[in-house]
């Protein structure tokens, strides 16, 4: 086996210097996408916290509006009872 040349070392290693960089090249995007997609997703989390914070507070009157309509009705069915 012989002895590979300062000069074949310093190729290779020149070579595989290029493709570390390629490499992290390749991860840096990968990770700011991802980084991209998150942030998509916290403003996706934030504009549904507000839309449910808004339905919630739109709910109270219905429960309310219900149970005055059922009350009127039920009064409504005992005047009828008491007017036969």
Do not use: C, Y
């Amino acid at each position: 086996m012989t002895d590979p040349s300062p000069s074949d070392v310093a190729l290779e290693l020149e070579r595989l210097r290029g493709v570390v960089e390629a490499g992290f090249a390749r991860l840096d995007g990968q990770l700011a996408l991802i980084m991209q997609r998150g942030d998509q997703v916290d403003r996706q989390l934030a504009d549904h916290e507000t839309r449910l914070d808004a339905l919630e507070k739109n709910r109270w009157p219905v429960s309310s509006v219900l149970a005055l309509v059922a009350v009127l009705g039920f009064a409504l069915t005992l005047w009828q009872i008491a007017t036969r």
